[in-house]
């Protein structure tokens, strides 16, 4: 039994909820270990066409475990400590950017450090205007974690991204997507209402081409434009053979709504 999240599907939307909001739900060994899990067992299910993240309460997630950090320096093994926190936590991070549905943050408030850069590792990130972000770590004497130095520097400018990381102060959800790291900013009011309308749209798209989409953007930084093409144009053969392929085509023309379903 997880204890802090809890896992629904609902028409096609898996939906992770962070359950601690007495906590401001933590990103401490045990949710590491709940989170990282259910990834695992998820990677494989073919009934759900959109992963949904948020939190309870008023937090999406305020990051790490500062208790267990205090408790590790005082008892002399600060290192040990964080190796067993992040080992998890970095799995989730690579496992979100290559799982093979588009994956939403729905950020409903406080989203500090880890809990900022778990956001930042989804595809999609809808947040209500009563959201917070800050990367935190440096009033730790960290560096951002749970990817961060990725995460920020392949998004913003340097200058910026430094501003964002080392003064570590709040980031407001107009900013976010002012910077282009939120995708929609909506009132606490709709935010349910919107998150759901943003998932269920992702999940009744070609979700076949969304997975092929982002194995190719995580691939994209790493080698030259005549590597990549290559690759990228074996992926559009392949993808014009699918079904959804010829359903798409046929909708244009008929001009109606597209039935996919995802191969």
Not at 32 to 38: A, F, R, T, V
Not at 54 to 65: I, K, V
Request: hydrophobic fraction near 40%; aromatic fraction near 6%.
């Amino acid at each position: 039994m997880r204890r802090t999240l809890k896992y629904s599907e609902k028409e096609a939307v898996g939906r992770i909820e962070f359950i601690r909001p007495e906590k401001l739900n933590p990103l401490d060994l045990e949710a590491g270990e709940e989170l990282n899990g259910l990834l695992d067992e998820l990677k494989d299910n073919d009934t759900i066409r959109c992963l949904v993240i948020t939190g309870s309460g008023r937090a999406f997630s305020a990051g790490g475990d500062v208790k267990g950090m205090k408790q590790s320096v005082e008892e002399g093994n600060p290192g040990d400590f964080m190796d067993r926190l992040t080992r998890s936590l970095y799995d989730i991070c690579i496992k979100l950017r290559n799982f093979h549905v588009p994956v939403v943050g729905a950020v409903n408030g406080h989203a500090v450090g880890a809990g900022m850069n778990l956001a930042l590792a989804c595809d999609f990130i809808i947040a209500s205007e009563e959201a917070s972000f800050s990367q935190g770590f440096a009033r730790l004497g960290l560096i951002p974690g749970f990817g961060g130095t990725h995460l920020l520097i392949s998004q913003l400018t340097w200058q910026k991204a430094c501003e964002v990381a080392m003064l570590a102060e709040p980031v407001a959800p107009k900013e976010m997507a002012r910077l282009g790291l939120v995708n929609r900013v909506v009132s606490a009011d709709t935010f349910e209402d919107e998150t759901e309308k943003l998932a269920r749209r992702l999940a009744s798209g070609p979700t076949l081409s969304f997975r092929r989409t982002k194995e190719l953007f995580m691939k994209a930084g790493g080698r030259s434009l005549d590597e990549h093409l290559e690759e990228e144009r074996s992926f559009q053969i392949r993808s014009a053979e699918s079904e959804d392929y010829a359903e798409g085509v046929r909708a244009l023309l008929a001009k109606e709504k597209a039935d996919f379903k995802g191969s």
